[in-house]
């Protein structure tokens, strides 16, 4: 019984030390130099100098597709009046939906939508060159649950 304790007191350790963080619907790493903070459904990571930031929302489709859901989003973005050009959603060969949005400071946000068993998956990536290798690291470590 001892030993069983010191693995999982091991196991909780290292999980604490790799930034492994639960969301609720998901677990994920938040790397040094970058914290998350969730509302509701939704979990922002942002860089800690504002450089990048990697938005993921999960929930539930409601019977919704990939595409009416990209298409909804895409009207909601435009309504905000935030951003002064978002592309047309397209599918990619797995049936998943990207769009890009340009803010009016000329930022671009790299959006991919995924829906899959019921749930849907939005990613919105900003500020990419300025994080990409965090932005990888936290997007490989996702595990819905």
């Known amino acids: 019984m001892k030993r069983f304790a010191l693995v999982f007191a091991l196991v ?3 999980a604490i030390s790799a930034g492994a963080q639960d969301f609720g619907k998901f677990t994920a790493e938040v790397p040094d130099g970058w914290t ?7 979990v922002i990571f942002t860089k ?3 450089t990048s930031s990697l938005t993921i929302t ?4 409601g019977g919704a597709t990939a595409e009416q859901l990209a298409e909804a989003f895409v009207g909601e973005f435009e309504k905000t009046g935030q951003f002064s050009e978002i592309t047309k959603p397209e599918a990619d060969k ?6 890009d ?7 671009v946000s790299n959006c991919l939508l995924r829906v899959d068993g019921g749930k849907y998956m ?4 900003s500020g990419a060159e300025h994080g990409g290798d965090d ?11």
Request: charged share 20%; no cysteine; proline share 2%.
């Open 12 to 14: 909780l350790v290292l």
């Open 36 to 42: 998350a903070s969730q509302n509701g459904p939704t």
């Open 48 to 50: 800690n100098d504002n």
């Open 58 to 61: 999960v929930d539930e489709s």
């Open 94 to 99: 797995d049936g998943d939906y990207s769009f």
């Open 101 to 107: 949005m340009t803010n009016k400071q000329g930022v």
């Open 122 to 125: 939005l990613m919105v990536i």
């Open 135 to 145: 932005i990888m690291k936290i997007l490989n470590s996702v595990k819905e649950k």
